[in-house]
Structure formats: structure tokens, C-alpha cells
């Protein structure tokens, strides 16, 4: 056998393979033996067949795994003389392949790229305090009595956070929405909805709550909206000046709860003391997972950003179908039409292949710091693994451990996962950690 290795680029090689006559010649004497010992011929004991009579009632199966065999024997014969590190196989280009002649085989494939780990001790994170001010906790529980709030029929002008019901119907340029964006209604002409007056949340329409205050109920008014340049809910919309006829229908005022002893029992607590203890402890835990996930971020990002080398082609390109898959159904979950992310497809690929080869780099530098520390996967770990998987598909743990243990690729996967997590955690414990300033924070 020999071998040549050509370097397409730092991390895809090309195995060019020869096989001699003998070689090639052995491999399909093995197969015919084997089909011979196997086969059952009328009028002939099993293994007693003639072997040319064998090959020509099987002839096809026999070439098909002849050709196999020969792939086979020469892709694990070259990475046992090159010592290569493969991470995918890219291209197998066969050749002609015959009992009597030599063959040529060319394995394309990707490889582990060559970097020397940085060190990893001592990454610096930046986490911000986690116990919870006044103003915090007093803001969590006024958001429970608003979400608690009963909704009064007034006969009064709209006042912020009032509720209104409305209808409206929108025109750009004198031209109805309706008809410029028949498919997307919502926008153009709805007969009763609702409102909050000045919310925190915008509405369908942007801007269209801030300027319901003062309408009582049968008022009417024309309201000037302006859709924002990069308004990619309806991108026909986008940048446009409309004009909103707007008729208020009803003022609905929100009533919150007491502080009562009827609330803080709905609250499982029993005065206000122990509800304010109960939603400090809350928000503290919230910090805290906040802290640890802003820290394995940061000391991904700060181990990457002290090395540059190239990562492999077929990596990324596969993460990068996954980045886009991910995108388009959180921003499809939000409303942006199909449409809009064919107009945009060549910057979202641009940006969700950036994103992947990002992704991919940690990853092969988690790799090889799990190697330099030993790190494995234990019994624990897979327990773990499939309790919290269960949880997040809804799933029997019992019966995804076992469809587990029968998919080898998803086995694999989870085991790589499981090393790529345990592998931040042992950066995170040895990270310096720098507390920093509170953010102004709205808990709600």
C-alpha cells in the first residue's frame, strides 16, 4: 500500500491510496470465500459451491462489498501511517475498482487543526451583585399585584395604564394598509382591540399607546404612527409615515390587589415581611444563575480570544444550518414573515456562519482542555444529562435513556456535550472573578 498526503489547507488533507494487484486481488478472494462458505446452492452442500459458480450467482452483492472492503482497508490503512486526527470525512473518491488491477482511492477529510492550548488558569469574569436592593423586590411584588389586577369600567378620559378598547384603520399616503398588506390585517383595519395606554410593551401597532391618553369612550381621533426603518414584522411597513382614524370604545382602569392578607396567602406567604423575604431569596437565585451563565460565556470567549487558528470547513458548515435553523424559528415565533428572510438570506448566512465558527473553535479548545485534564464522563454525569433532556422535551427519563443507548450518533453527541459542559465548569472554578457595579435592573 502506499499512501500519499497532500494539505488542501491547515485542516482538510487528501489521502491518496494504492492498493497493488495482490492486495486488491486478496480483498475479493475474501469476499468470494466468504459467500462461498455461506451461500446455499441447489444440489450443492452449504460451503461446497463452486467458487466461480458462487460469484456468478452473487456477483452483484460480491462487487458491491468487494468495493467496500477495498475502501475500507485503504482509509484505515492511511490513518494508521499518517496518524491523523480526523474529524470528518469529506469526499471518498473510489476510482476503478477490479479484481486484477491496482486501485486508487482518494479519502478527502478533515482533520484536528494543530494549536498549542493557552493557558486557561486565572480567565478573568466579571459577575455583578446578588443580593437583591429594596427597589427590586418592591418591583417584583408590584408586578404581582398587577398581574393579579382586576380591569374597572370608567367613564373618563384614557390615563396610563388603563386599558382601551379600540378600533382603528390605517392609511399610508391616503392608501388604505389594508390593501397594501392584505395578508396582515392586524395592520390595516381591525373593528375592537386592546390597548394599554403608555405600556412598557409596545402593541402591534408601534407608538399607538402613547398616544391614547386623553380619548374617553366614543372619542375619535386621527393618530400619526411611523414604522420603524427596520420594522420586519411587515417590511412593507417599514419607514412608512401612517395615519391611525382611532375610535375609543371603552376605559377600562387596572385595580390592584391589597396588600392584604387574601393577596400574601395567593402568594404563599403570610404578611408582607415574609412575601418581601420570599422574593429577595427569588431574585437571588435569578442573579445567581445569571452570574454563572454571563461567567461560562466569558471564560469561553476569553480562552478563544487567545488563540487563532483555522477551524475545519465541514464543522462549520454543518454548525451553520444549525445556527440558521434556530434563528429562523425564534424570529418566526415573533411573527417575521417567511418572506422577509429571503430578502435577507445572504447577511443572515453571512452572520450565522460567523457565528458557527465561533461556536466550532470553543469547542475544539474545550476539547482539548478536557484532555489536559482528564476530564471524562461518568455514570453521574449521563444521569444528569438525560434528567435535565427529559425535562426540557417532556419526556419519560426512563425512555430516553433507552432510544440513547440505541442511537450511537446521539450517543456520541451527548457525551461530547456532557465533556464540552463539565470543561467550562472547570474553567469557571478557575476564573478570577472581578465584581462590578450593579446594572440598573427592572424586575417585573
Given amino acids: 500500500m502506499n499512501v500519499q498526503l497532500n494539505s488542501v489547507s491547515d485542516t482538510r488533507k487528501s489521502l491518496v491510496v494504492t492498493l497493488d494487484v495482490t492486495e486488491v486481488g486478496a480483498e475479493h478472494k475474501a469476499v468470494v470465500d466468504e459467500y462461498t462458505k455461506l451461500a446455499r446452492i441447489p444440489g450443492f452442500r452449504p460451503g461446497r459451491a463452486p467458487s466461480a459458480m458462487v460469484a456468478k450467482r452473487f456477483g452483484k452483492e460480491i462487487s458491491e462489498q468487494f468495493k467496500q472492503q477495498v475502501v475500507s482497508k485503504a482509509y484505515r490503512g492511511a490513518l494508521e501511517e499518517q496518524k491523523l486526527e480526523v474529524l470528518n470525512v469529506v469526499d471518498v473518491a473510489e476510482g476503478t475498482i477490479e479484481a486484477g488491477t491496482p486501485a486508487t482511492i482518494t479519502v478527502t477529510v478533515d482533520v484536528r487543526p494543530d494549536f498549542t492550548l493557552p493557558d486557561y488558569h486565572g480567565l478573568p469574569t466579571e459577575v455583578e451583585p446578588v443580593d437583591p436592593t429594596d427597589a427590586e423586590v418592591d418591583a417584583v411584588i408590584e408586578g404581582l399585584r398587577r398581574e ?259 442511537d450511537r450518533e446521539a450517543l456520541r453527541a451527548a457525551q461530547q456535550a456532557i465533556i464540552f459542559d463539565k470543561a467550562v465548569d472547570f474553567l469557571v472554578s478557575k476564573a478570577t472573578i472581578k465584581t462590578i457595579e450593579r446594572k440598573p435592573s427592572v424586575t417585573a
Fill in 148 to 406: 393579579g389586577a382586576d380591569f374597572k369600567v370608567v367613564e373618563r378620559a384614557a390615563a396610563k395604564g388603563d386599558f382601551v378598547k379600540l378600533s382603528y384603520e390605517g392609511t399610508v399616503d391616503g392608501q388604505p394598509i389594508a390593501t397594501l398588506v392584505p395578508d396582515r390585517q392586524l395592520y390595516g383595519k381591525v373593528p375592537q382591540t386592546w390597548e394599554e395606554v403608555e405600556g412598557e410593551q409596545e402593541g402591534v401597532i408601534p407608538g399607538l399607546g402613547r398616544q391614547l391618553a386623553g380619548l374617553a369612550p366614543g372619542g375619535k381621533q386621527d393618530v400619526a404612527i411611523t414604522f420603524p426603518a427596520d420594522f420586519a414584522a411587515v417590511p412593507a411597513l417599514a419607514g412608512k409615515n401612517a395615519t391611525y382614524a382611532v375610535e375609543v370604545q371603552e376605559v377600562r382602569e387596572r385595580v390592584l390587589p391589597a396588600l392584604d392578607e387574601a393577596f400574601f396567602k395567593s402568594q404563599q406567604s403570610t404578611d408582607l415581611a415574609s412575601l418581601k423575604t420570599s422574593v429577595g431569596e427569588k431574585l437571588k437565585q435569578q442573579k445567581e444563575y445569571q452570574n454563572r451563565v454571563a461567567q461560562r460565556r466569558q471564560v469561553t470567549e476569553a480562552l478563544a480570544a487567545k488563540v487563532d487558528f483555522a477551524v475545519p470547513d465541514s464543522l462549520v458548515e454543518s454548525e451553520t444550518q444549525g445556527v440558521l435553523r434556530q434563528f429562523i424559528e425564534e424570529n418566526m415565533r415573533r411573527g417575521i414573515p417567511a418572506e422577509q428572510f429571503e430578502k435577507d438570506k445572504q447577511n443572515l448566512f453571512a452572520g450565522a456562519k460567523q457565528a458557527a465558527a465561533a461556536r466550532v473553535k470553543a469547542r475544539l479548545l474545550l476539547a482539548k482542555v478536557a484532555e489536559a485534564e482528564k476530564i471524562e464522563v461518568v455514570e453521574r454525569d449521563f444521569d444528569n444529562y438525560i434528567y435535565r433532556e427529559a425535562m426540557q422535551t417532556r419526556q419519560q427519563p426512563e425512555k430516553l435513556a433507552k432510544e440513547l443507548a440505541k
